[in-house]
């Protein structure tokens, strides 16, 4: 075994320590001094700074010069919980959530839309961008593509608060049943940066739906990022013999 490996092993352990440690701590809440955790776990200082660095780039720790190292904001959860089918149900995530609406228009869906939401190349998209705020702060980037033809008369105000799928189907009579959904590590551009309040490649969240509608449609495509330092998902696992 190498010597960096053998470093990295020992960064793994403490950072396994610090979130084990953090877990049930409130947002604030300050850690023992570099001091005391290297003697603790018997590391060095180096050691113990990067991993301490590693959990304050995905902002679950906090650094205030002078004063010490705290546990990072609250996290926004979303469950995912397994049905007696197979499938998951997305209840609402924790907070308050509203949208500022940064884009809203109609333009031809062309090739890679098309595909996406299986109609003709020529027909119309609602594109929406809006800036998703939970609790007064900026969370997520959210930019839906939706048929013009399903959502005919939208307007911006209607996206500003409230669930968006029961407006769906109050006012339209699309009734959203399903969806594929896709979740991946990335990092802010310059402007999402600008947008969420973080720094430039900040660690984020980059969520893909296709939705489906009780009839089998597709009704939506969209393509969110998340702050990772503030948004979390969780999912109930069933197993069985034939689990891996």
């Given at each position: 075994?190498?010597?960096?490996?053998?470093?990295?092993?020992?960064?793994?352990?403490?950072?396994?320590?610090?979130?084990?440690?953090?877990?049930?701590?409130?947002?604030?809440?300050?850690?023992?001094?570099?001091r005391?955790?290297?003697?603790?776990?018997?590391?060095?200082?180096?050691?113990?700074?990067?991993?301490?660095?590693?959990?304050?780039?995905?902002?679950?720790?906090?650094?205030?010069?002078?004063?010490?190292t705290?546990?990072?904001?609250?996290?926004?959860?979303?469950?995912?919980?397994?049905?007696?089918?197979?499938?998951?149900?997305?209840?609402?995530?924790?907070?308050?959530w509203?949208?500022?609406i940064?884009?809203?228009?109609?333009?031809?869906?062309?090739?890679?839309?098309?595909?996406?939401?299986?109609?003709?190349?020529a027909?119309?998209?609602?594109?929406?961008?809006?800036?998703?705020?939970?609790?007064?702060?900026?969370?997520?980037?959210?930019?839906?593509?939706?048929?013009?033809?399903?959502?005919?008369?939208?307007?911006?105000?209607?996206?500003?608060?409230?669930?968006?799928?029961?407006?769906?189907?109050?006012?339209?009579?699309?009734?959203?049943?399903?969806?594929?959904?896709?979740?991946?590590?990335?990092?802010?551009?310059?402007?999402?940066?600008?947008?969420?309040?973080?720094?430039?490649?900040?660690?984020?969240?980059?969520?893909?739906?296709?939705?489906?509608?009780?009839?089998?449609?597709?009704?939506e495509?969209?393509?969110?990022?998340?702050?990772?330092?503030?948004?979390?998902?969780?999912?109930?696992?069933?197993?069985?013999?034939?689990?891996?």
């Amino acid at each position: 075994m190498t010597l960096n490996m053998r470093a990295g092993l020992k960064r793994d352990r403490v950072r396994d320590f610090l979130l084990d440690y953090i877990a049930d701590k409130k947002p604030g809440e300050a850690i023992p001094s570099e001091r005391d955790l290297c003697k603790e776990l018997g590391v060095s200082r180096p050691t113990l700074r990067a991993a301490i660095d590693d959990l304050v780039r995905s902002g679950q720790l906090v650094r205030e010069h002078g004063r010490g190292t705290f546990t990072g904001p609250h996290r926004v959860t979303q469950a995912l919980a397994a049905t007696t089918s197979g499938s998951f149900y997305a209840p609402p995530a924790e907070g308050h959530w509203e949208s500022r609406i940064l884009e809203f228009g109609s333009a031809p869906a062309g090739p890679q839309l098309a595909s996406r939401l299986q109609l003709a190349p020529a027909a119309p998209v609602l594109r929406v961008v809006r800036l998703r705020v939970v609790d007064d702060e900026p969370m997520a980037i959210e930019r839906l593509h939706l048929p013009q033809a399903l959502v005919d008369g939208l307007a911006p105000t209607d996206m500003e608060s409230g669930s968006f799928y029961h407006f769906l189907r109050e006012r339209f009579g699309v009734d959203v049943r399903s969806a594929v959904q896709t979740i991946e590590a990335t990092v802010t551009d310059d402007t999402e940066a600008v947008l969420l309040n973080v720094p430039e490649h900040f660690p984020a969240l980059m969520v893909e739906r296709t939705t489906r509608d009780v009839n089998n449609r597709i009704v939506e495509f969209t393509r969110s990022i998340y702050r990772g330092d503030r948004y979390r998902v969780t999912s109930e696992l069933n197993f069985d013999a034939a689990s891996g």
